[in-house]
């Protein structure tokens, strides 16, 4: 490993963000951010949707154990990828749509944990049960409330859109993992994956009618790393593993899903050729962060396995983490997994720092010369 060259790029990362951090205060072309999405995102929606909401995991301990040392509904031991995107932008913390006491200045948080991009209907007329959280659609209504509240003509609107980032996503990761807990084949999952990116798209048109200018839409993990993945698929046969230890057709459905995400969104850019639609690429963020895991600090013996120790991957089982039964370990910035679904902070603060160098910057050059 040449540790001179990797300085040079954590330098340059580091770099990278001090700079956005700074114009944004000079300028402020961002100040407020949107998100919608699901439990990657979540920072405190489905903990406060009664009646199940407040008995969930994310609502307990060790859930935000490392920030901000109480659960918060955060599926994570701390901090997501929108809370250090917002540190990045130099604002405060985005509140979520459905905490009554949030003031909202800098933006608001519609994602919810189990949300798909498609609606129910599409999984129920194919057999497949869904949570009732509601989807991307669901998050969308939400939107037109909130900004129907603080704005009133198209302009007034538009002119408070055009100084919002937002992020539409990470989502359509449960449209994939609903139908996989339920035994589809890949086969008929992946007939799906257009219509999942349609809605995606679908979502993102309305919200830049609306106004806004600059959008982030990330794809999806590689799904084949995770707990929940590897335990549905245990076999001995070493063929169907890649020399991470993923599954590698589940990988290869990600990266279907993701390059079609990016072919729907090259034809939304043709659509709207004034507007900033960037695609973050959440796959090869956490790949490399599994690649590089000794060198950031992860203990590579234990990359595969969750911190916290869920037997069954169940949210609503007593063997998933959050209950008492389930042991912790001590030391979550040595893992990247969390509880088999979601990362740790670390890990998302090492995707964080792959992505936002990509981001910030676009968005910088967009507000300039918007502002002239
Ligand atoms: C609501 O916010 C106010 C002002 O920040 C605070 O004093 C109060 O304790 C909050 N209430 C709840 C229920 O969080
Ligand atoms: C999803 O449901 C909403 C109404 O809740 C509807 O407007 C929309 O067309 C539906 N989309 C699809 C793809 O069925
Ligand atoms: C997306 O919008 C188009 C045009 O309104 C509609 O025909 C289609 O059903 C929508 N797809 C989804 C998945 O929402
Ligand atoms: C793998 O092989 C071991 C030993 O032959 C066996 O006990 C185990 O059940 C096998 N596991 C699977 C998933 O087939
Ligand atoms: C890594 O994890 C293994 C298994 O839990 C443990 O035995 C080992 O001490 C850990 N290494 C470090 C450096 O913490």
Not at 63 to 75: L, M, S
Not at 338 to 364: C, K
């Amino acid at each position: 490993m040449d540790f001179s060259v990797l300085f040079t790029v954590i330098l340059s990362i580091s770099v990278t963000i001090f700079i956005s951090a700074e114009a944004t205060k000079t300028f402020r072309p961002i100040r407020t951010l949107f998100q919608f999405g699901d439990s990657l995102s979540d920072t405190g929606n489905v903990i406060r949707l009664l009646p199940v909401g407040p008995t969930l995991p994310a609502a307990r301990l060790p859930y935000g154990e490392t920030f901000p040392g109480r659960p918060t509904g955060r599926w994570s031991d701390g901090r997501l990828i929108i809370d250090y995107t917002t540190m990045a932008l130099g604002l405060p913390l985005v509140d979520p749509y459905l905490d009554k006491n949030a003031s909202f200045r800098n933006g608001v948080n519609f994602a919810v944990a189990g949300a798909t991009a498609l609606n129910a209907s599409f999984f129920l007329s194919r057999g497949i049960l869904v949570s009732s959280v509601g989807s991307l659609d669901t998050q969308l209504r939400s939107f037109r409330t909130y900004l129907a509240s603080i704005c009133t003509t198209p302009r007034e609107c538009g002119d408070y859109l055009k100084r919002a980032l937002i992020f539409v996503g990470e989502i359509g990761g449960n449209d994939i993992n609903y139908p996989l807990s339920q035994g589809r084949s890949l086969e008929e999952i992946r007939t799906y994956v257009p219509f999942i990116n349609q809605a995606i798209a679908n979502a993102t048109r309305e919200i830049i009618r609306a106004g806004a200018t600059r959008l982030v839409v990330p794809g999806n993990f590689p799904i084949g790393c995770f707990p929940f993945v590897l335990a549905a698929s245990a076999s001995n046969d070493s063929a169907m593993y890649d020399e991470l230890g993923c599954v590698r057709s589940a990988n290869d459905l990600a990266i279907y899903q993701n390059s079609n995400l990016q072919i729907t969104l090259d034809a939304l850019r043709r659509e709207f050729p004034y507007v900033s639609i960037i695609y973050a690429d959440y796959y090869n963020a956490l790949l490399t962060t599994f690649r590089k895991a000794p060198l950031f600090g992860f203990n590579r013996t234990t990359l595969l396995t969750p911190c916290c120790k869920s037997r069954r991957y169940n949210l609503l089982s007593s063997e998933f983490c959050g209950n008492p039964t389930v042991p912790v370990c001590p030391d979550p910035g040595q893992y990247i997994h969390w509880d088999g679904y979601h990362l740790t902070q670390e890990a998302y603060r090492r995707i964080s720092q792959y992505v936002l160098p990509n981001i910030l910057p676009t968005i910088m050059v967009i507000s300039t010369t918007t502002c002239r």
